[in-house]
């Protein structure tokens, strides 16, 4: 699992390690590691370091002191380094001692660093560090422009990039590679930062810090929570998941919606809704109530709301009356918007709510009675949009779009690593409902249940898609659930 935390937290735990430590410790350490990681990609991209031209941006502080060092190990290994000072009065003396000890070049110069930024083989993006807010000052923000031919490498964090919440408010640096130290920073893990990231390595320099504030599952921690039958299981056992969706005007999302739930680990599924002959039709294996959520038997988790239309409030209001947990999704969630948290209050059982950023502008227009937020603004403020939900309707939410956040009421938030945009196709969502709803039934918690639903989801996602990639229908994401669900079990044994 990837734990990480926010910016002072971070910091409090460095304080904790310096105070052990002899002085610049754990700069060498950090410097070390980030300096190890660029020979490995200067050895893949030419074959060796020696004669590789490296440039280094250094801002002021001790992540320019970081990229300094690096680039330091670099240049003793033959690299030709050259060091850009975008705050000369500021430069980490240190830092800067060691590169021109170890024949490295210093540039003031902006228009000639400019140059040597575009055809170096490496660069080392140390400008601002993880306490930096806002984007690129005037200074940086040519970097972010200019053309480049080789592979950028972020030093913790990639420049303009808002450390605590992934937010980009300006310009940023683009990286290939981003380096971290210590633990994963959230703004890595969460779009629109994640995607200025690139691939993420992690450099263990002995920082302890306290819970994550954020956590990403990987194929391990998924595979431990998959519902698994046992020798004495039943299809009654292992759980029932209730499916109300579906409409005269959308049929298919009853469809989806039972497909994803019949691959979600439950042991059968109940549907109930307008489309039960094509249901039966299609899935004969599931078993069919007449009329709403009310009359339609025993079930562990009830999913309601994909493709509902009008029908969407009375099943609506009928799940929510029972005592299991509920999936909320698309027209139930329109519902529940006007409604407003109140329609939860009462509740027992855990609810679980799955919006995108528009149903999510409208359920928070809902909760406090003012105009719906715009939608673009929820997406580029991820983390916060899921808390304020949870927190305003005592619910766990899976925020869906180009990173998935699920967050729960008592504070609790993981990022999902596995979407694909190619997901971004019609009844993609409504196989994610019944998946996870499956999930609930099975005896997941509602912050597991999205989180191992979602990850599955991308996977299928990625999976259908195939490489390097081609639009994917929702059928053929539920269809290729079986396979993910294989190759995660197998993963995770074979590690």
Not at 94 to 112: F, I, K, M, Y
Not at 219 to 245: F, I, M, N, Q, T
Not at 263 to 270: F, L, P
Not at 462 to 468: F, K, N, T
Request: hydrophobic content about 45%; proline content about 6%; overall charge neutral.
């Amino acid at each position: 699992m990837r734990h990480a935390h926010r910016v002072e937290v971070v910091r409090a735990a460095e304080a904790a390690l310096m105070a052990r430590l002899p002085e610049g410790t754990l700069m060498q350490r950090a410097a070390a590691g980030l300096a190890a990681t660029c020979a490995r990609l200067l050895a893949g991209r030419r074959g060796r370091v020696y004669g590789s031209r490296v440039v280094v941006l250094a801002g002021s502080g001790d992540n320019g002191g970081d990229a300094l060092y690096a680039g330091a190990a670099l240049a003793r290994r033959g690299a030709r380094v050259t060091a850009v000072l975008l705050a000369p009065e500021r430069a980490h003396a240190g830092g800067l001692a060691a590169l021109r000890a170890s024949g490295g070049r210093v540039v003031l110069d902006q228009e000639v660093g400019l140059a040597d930024f575009s055809r170096a083989d490496l660069v080392l993006d140390g400008i601002v560090g993880i306490g930096g807010r806002g984007g690129l000052r005037d200074g940086a923000r040519p970097y972010a422009r200019a053309g480049r031919r080789g592979v950028v490498v972020a030093v913790d964090l990639p420049s303009g990039v808002d450390a605590d919440t992934g937010e980009v408010p300006g310009e940023a640096l683009r990286a290939d590679v981003t380096v971290c130290f210590g633990t994963y920073k959230p703004g890595l893990l969460v779009d629109p930062g994640a995607s200025y990231a690139g691939a993420v390595q992690l450099v263990g320099i002995g920082l302890e810090p306290p819970a994550p504030e954020v956590t990403a599952l990987q194929h391990a921690d998924v595979a431990a929570l998959l519902p698994l039958p046992g020798a004495e299981s039943d299809k009654y056992r292992r759980g029932v998941v209730g499916v109300a969706a579906g409409s005269a005007t959308y049929p298919g999302a009853a469809l989806l919606a039972v497909a994803g739930a019949l691959h979600g680990g439950a042991g059968a599924v109940r549907y109930v809704g307008t489309a039960a002959e094509e249901v039966v039709r299609r899935f004969p294996e599931v078993l069919v109530t007449e009329g709403g959520p009310a009359g339609a038997g025993r079930v562990q988790a009830w999913v309601v709301g994909p493709g509902g239309g009008e029908g969407a409030r009375q099943a609506l209001a009928e799940a929510l009356s029972s005592d299991v947990p509920v999936l909320v999704d698309a027209d139930g969630l329109t519902e529940l918007a006007r409604l407003g948290p109140d329609a939860l209050a009462g509740r027992t059982a855990p609810t679980l709510l799955t919006p995108h950023t528009g149903e999510a502008a409208r359920l928070l227009a809902g909760a406090d009675g003012t105009a719906p937020p715009p939608a673009d603004s929820l997406a580029a403020a991820r983390l916060a949009t899921a808390r304020r939900l949870a927190a305003a309707y005592r619910a766990t939410v899976l925020l869906k779009g180009s990173t998935t956040v699920i967050a729960d009421p008592g504070g609790a938030v993981r990022v999902n690593p596995t979407g694909t945009s190619w997901l971004a196709t019609a009844g993609s969502g409504d196989v994610l409902a019944g998946l996870a709803g499956s999930l609930l039934a099975a005896g997941l918690s509602p912050l597991d249940a999205a989180s191992v639903g979602a990850y599955l989801h991308g996977l299928a996602g990625r999976h259908a898609a195939g490489d390097p990639g081609a639009p994917v229908t929702a059928p053929a994401v539920a269809q290729a659930l079986p396979a993910v669900w294989r190759a995660v079990r197998e993963a995770a044994r074979e590690a």
